[in-house]
């Protein structure tokens, strides 16, 4: 069974930081695409991190570009993303997600359709 299971999200102060957690069973992450998205009631989802399943290319949105990074450790299944000086408009629900590394590029949205259930990241001013 597939799954992408997040965890590490939590409530923080402005200016604070928090590193999430993407574990994934039911599938070997080596050949997926990852990426992170988030989520605001009301809004549409965005990508915010995006990582190439080679390792060997990243995406930022402009609105974390600089403070978020994002990585994989195929050995764990597990890709991450380290929120540096978060700010209360990063306050959303944040899930990751898999592709196939053939088809749309790793900082396209499309084709991302699978996501985890999401972990909530409260940054309070």
């Known amino acids: 069974q597939v799954q992408l299971v997040e965890s590490g999200g939590g409530s923080v102060q402005a200016g604070g930081s928090l590193k999430l957690s993407c574990t994934a069973s039911?599938?070997?992450?080596?050949?997926?695409?990852m990426a992170w998205f988030r989520q605001v009631p009301g809004m549409e989802r965005e990508v915010v991190a995006a990582i190439k399943w080679s390792g060997l290319g990243t995406y930022y949105s402009d609105s974390v570009k600089g403070r978020f990074a994002i990585s994989k450790d195929n050995a764990k299944s597990t890709a991450y993303l380290q929120m540096n000086s978060l700010k209360p408009e990063d306050t959303a629900v944040y899930s990751c997600?898999?592709?196939?590394?053939?088809?749309?590029?790793?900082?396209?949205?499309?084709?991302?359709?699978?996501w985890g259930q999401g972990t909530q990241v409260t940054v309070s001013s």
């Open positions: 039911g599938f070997i992450i080596n050949h997926y695409n």
């Open positions: 997600s898999m592709k196939w590394r053939v088809g749309t590029e790793y900082d396209s949205p499309s084709g991302y359709s699978f």
